[in-house]
């Protein structure tokens, strides 16, 4: 087996050789580690158990680690609590997996995780590769309870679970990772607990510059709404002048459309955006809007209908438009019912589609047609152009 990996290992190196990316290459997870901390604060077993945790620089408050905590660790919380209550910053990487602990608190002291590269590699202990920051399995586990922690420098943060009901990380501020790498920062979630939910902070501070991936269609928003320091969280309800926030879907209709001026400095939506009855001529009053979450797998994250005169609209801050992901194609956005000329040109359409990045199965539908089944203005003008061309052609003949 050992062989096995080794060959296979091997076979990465050599192939490695051919591709030019920093991304492919394999790297010795201990020479990051040394590079980092002096020897007293380093702790270069894998994994932490019983026998190895004697040696963890227990006086450190910056420790550069490999920290794996599995099914075979053996220390009981008491201890685990004992040997991280100096550790602010860990720089490596964090692995808990398969444990029987009901949160992650012994862990609650941790300040910040700044992680090593994608590709690092224990030569010394069976050539494991090393995580980034990784909670999986660990099916009695309720929260992550890692209280102090504001910011991950990772690129992947992923947690497992059947049974957390919540993170309990309030303090989350920042998600970064300072390595070239390609493509953005994935924090996946796979959560099977119906009961799940994540607060409107710990959202935000995930979206703001990571890709959220929800791969079971469950979580919703912790009530109430985390409090913001700068602004001001309202609802559908309680509109006024300075919302920054909106908690739950943003509903505007016929009772509350004289409103909307007081809706420029919304940020962020968690919750759907509909308008719907209204006789706006233009949605062009959320200029500020950026983030739009909607943790629900049936509703859209944006549903635009029965506006006569709306002709226009302008999101010029957006960037994030989701709703809980689904396996097939799911509709991030709909327009329906609304001024003829937004499903008379598909550049309407488009617009939007393009602006969001949306993938082929992040759906967006005007008057039930995807942007590649709208007419297009432009073929339209030629067409006509052609006709009128034509007909001076024969009146020339
Ligand atoms: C850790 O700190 C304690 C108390 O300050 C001290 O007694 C102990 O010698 C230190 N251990 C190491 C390994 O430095
Ligand atoms: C978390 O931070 C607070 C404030 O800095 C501190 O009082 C508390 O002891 C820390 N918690 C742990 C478990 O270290
Ligand atoms: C986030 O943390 C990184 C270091 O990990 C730092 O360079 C960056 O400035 C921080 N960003 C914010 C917005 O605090
Ligand atoms: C909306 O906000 C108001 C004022 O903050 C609050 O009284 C009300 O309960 C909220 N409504 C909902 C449905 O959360
Ligand atoms: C829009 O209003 C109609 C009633 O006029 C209602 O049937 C429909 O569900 C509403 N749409 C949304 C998205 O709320
Ligand atoms: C929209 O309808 C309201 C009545 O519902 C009316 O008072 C208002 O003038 C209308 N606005 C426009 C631009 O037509
Ligand atoms: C829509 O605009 C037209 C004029 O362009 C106006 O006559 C009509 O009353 C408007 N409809 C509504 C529902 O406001
Ligand atoms: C619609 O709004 C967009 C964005 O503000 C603007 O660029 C465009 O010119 C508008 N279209 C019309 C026909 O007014
Ligand atoms: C869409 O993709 C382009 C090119 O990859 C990128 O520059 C832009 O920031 C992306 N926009 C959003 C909203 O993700």
């Known amino acids: 087996m050992l062989k096995t990996i080794f060959t296979f290992h091997l076979l990465i190196a050599i192939s490695n050789c051919d591709t030019t990316g920093p991304f492919d290459t394999e790297e010795d997870a201990e ?10 604060c380093i702790f270069s077993y894998y994994p932490l158990n019983l026998e190895t945790f004697t040696w963890f620089p227990k006086n450190c408050t910056t420790v550069c680690a490999d920290i794996a ?3 075979r660790c053996d220390l009981s919380e008491d201890q685990l609590v004992a040997t991280f209550q100096n550790m602010k910053h860990l720089i490596g990487s ?12 012994f862990l609650a002291g941790l300040e910040t995780i700044e992680c090593g590269g994608e590709n690092r590699v224990r030569r010394n202990t069976d050539y494991i590769s090393v995580s980034q920051f990784r909670w999986i399995y660990n ?8 209280t ?6 990772c690129r992947n943060f992923e947690i497992s679970s059947g049974s957390l009901t919540n993170l309990n990380v309030p303090n989350l501020k920042n998600i970064s990772y300072s390595l070239p790498t390609e493509g953005k920062i994935s924090v996946t979630l796979r959560i099977q607990n119906d009961d799940f939910c994540l607060t409107s902070g710990e959202l935000l501070s995930i979206i703001e510059t990571s890709v959220l991936e929800f791969q079971e269609p469950k979580g919703k928003y912790c009530e109430p709404a ?7 969280v309202c609802n ?11 908690f739950g879907s943003l509903v505007i209709g016929p009772d509350n459309k004289q409103f909307v001026s007081h809706l420029k400095k919304v940020e962020v939506i968690f919750g759907g955006l509909v308008v719907n009855n ?10 500020s809007l950026k983030y739009i979450y909607h943790l629900d797998k049936k509703a859209p994250a944006i549903q635009i209908e029965n506006n006569p005169n709306l002709s226009n609209f302008s999101f010029p801050s957006l960037v994030v438009a989701q709703t809980l992901q689904q396996v097939v194609a799911n509709t991030k956005i709909i327009f329906s019912n609304n001024n003829n000329i937004l499903s008379s040109d598909s550049s309407y359409c488009f617009r939007l589609k393009n602006m969001l990045n949306l993938t082929e199965r992040e759906r967006i539908y005007f008057d039930g047609k995807q942007c590649e089944n709208l007419p297009t203005k432009s073929t339209k003008s030629l067409a006509f152009e052609s006709f009128i061309f034509a007909i001076l052609i024969i009146k020339l003949l």
């Not at 099916?139 to 890692?146: H, I, N, Q, S, V």
């Not at 559908?236 to 909106?246: A, E, K, N, P, V």
Request: net charge negative; with cysteine; aromatic share 4%.
């Open 31 to 40: 020479i990051f580690l040394n590079e980092r901390c002096g020897p007293p």
């Open 69 to 71: 905590i599995n099914s």
């Open 94 to 105: 964090l692995l808990v997996q398969q444990t029987d602990f009901t949160s992650g608190k």
């Open 139 to 146: 099916d009695e586990m309720l929260e992550l309870g890692l």
């Open 148 to 153: 102090n922690l504001t910011t991950i420098g």
């Open 226 to 232: 985390s409090a913001v320091e700068n602004g001001k």
């Open 236 to 246: 559908s309800t309680s509109l006024t002048d300075g919302c920054t926030q909106i």
């Open 278 to 287: 209204t006789n706006l001529t233009n949605i062009d009053f959320l200029e």
